[in-house]
């Protein structure tokens, strides 16, 4: 809650440097208010506090994605420098919005109360909505910002009546008193759950309602896509298994069929059509849906190792998608493309770029002394605990055919030549964060037990 | 039959009609006018419930505010029959389908719940403003103060997205 509190705050100061014109304090400022949220949410460790009517509830679980979102906005921070002042001079609301949607973030993986959901995932999608159009001169970002907006309010129409269904059911919006009443009025409830799945599965980019996520990862700023890619998809998820595990799980669970023919189709999809992408930042918009797919795996085995496979998964894809990202920035804007043909010759010309995405390529296709090994590893480990060898067995060939687009990407950078020799100077904030997500992917990969009993 | 119930009967039945008509209607303006008189039969429904805040929010901004939007974008963009894209007949058929398959999981689970303790309204005095008022500013508190940060980032945005370019 306090740390809700800092960031709401932070983002209002920062609107108001941006009233008073003072650029160099935007981000100093912003990043020093997450630093302080992060210092409150550590305090609360093992303290299991909950606020005004047990509406949200700062448990371990919440603690530590919160931890992870606010740890990721402060890496893209650093790397936005002056990236968003190439759009336009609007810097402090980008920040702003930015801020606010964390603090949307942190409501979604820490509520205890159906309405709180309803109003962190608002939060957090009213923002993207706003971010992801933030080039007016941009046709594509345009399309994207008004396709999000569209399929997402559709979405959250459904998503509300799946919660009035079960408040039908079940007579209240409290995770644990729904999971008390959940068996009286079964069919209203079942309904509800159904309709909540679609949305959440919505919001998170899974098949078969990942019709928005290339043409809206694409069309946004790639920053702004860094940031949906990561913090909105680890809300998502964490808000999602929360949902699941704790209200709907004490009756038996009829929408295995469903998540497990929804795990299939995403794996299917969202690996296969990556293969077959020339551009870049396409195909890692393809690959976040095949990552949702992973991780929904979890959700569909709810147990006791859950929450720590999401957990490590998140940590893992979301460092290496920044790094990723990352580095198709510094292309783009040197090379004023990120298509495949961008990237010939990188390792000639800027051997720690192509170093740091050949790292974050591995970790996202989950090759070993990598963070995504260990991320695949325990999300496996849940299916195997439950039986579930066959879908294993589609996960790995699918986890194959990733680990095929992702070397196209490192074999263009390290076999083909390029036209230019120059090599691309990125400021200190930049290598920081570059470095600094090479670090802890390969630190993860090596020591995973760091964070594998967190939870 | 009491004058609520045949009250509650002429709404529903005005309310189903006009919202069929709201789909059919060819003109868009025809479908949003019926879309308006839908939201008063609604209203009209809530009153019966003894709901008259959510009654008069609703009037307020759904008939008032947003539909003024509706016809708006209609009439500036000068929507008429024409402009409608033209489906194909496969997207139709697979609309049929998965609507008709909603209509039967919802009419199913409707029709499966019986009307016990938890669903039957307790407070005839629940839907009072002074009732709302207790809850929304007692328990439900903190919502009702995070909300005002989804209006503030909606805020900031709208007048960022709309505000000319200065370069």
Redo the contacts between chains.
Sequence with gaps: MTS?III?ITA?VV?YLGLYKVKGALLPVSVLGLLGAEASLVCGWDKNIS???E??VFNNYAIAFSILLIATTILIFLMSGNYFEKI???VA?YY??LL??L??GI?MVSFQ?M??LF?GI??LS??M??MA??K??DTSSNEAALKYFLMGSFATGILLFGIA?IY????SFNLTEIAG?AS?????F??GV?FMLIAMTFKVGAAPFHFWTPDVYQGAPTLVTSYMSTVVKTAGFAAFLRLFGSAFSSVPPIWTVTIAAMVVITLLIGNITAAFQQNVKRMLAYSSISHAGYMLIAILLLGQASPNAILIYSVAYSIASVASFGVIVAVKEHKGSDDLSAFNGLGRTNPVLAFVMTVALCSLGGIPLTAGFFGKFYIFGVAIAANYTWLIAIAVLMAAVGIYYYFKVIIAMYLRDSESGESIQLNGSYQFVLIFCVLVTILLGIAPSLITNIL | MTVTQSLFYFLAFVAIFSSLLVVLAKNPIHSVLYLILTFFTLTGEYILLNAQFVGIVNIIVYAGAIMVLFLFVIMLLNLNVQTEPQKTNLIKFIGIITGGIGLVVLTGSLKASDPSNLVVIQNVDMGLVKNLGKVLFKDFLLPFEIVSILFLSAMVGAVLLARKETK
């Design positions: 809700i709401a209002i609107l606020y005004f009517n509406m949200l336009s001079s609007n609301e702003t919005i606010f949607a603090t949307g409501t109360n309405t709180m109003i608002e939060i009213v923002s909505y706003i159009g933030i007016k001169n269904l039908g059911a079940t007579g009443k009286e009025q079964p069919f209203l079942y309904t159904i």
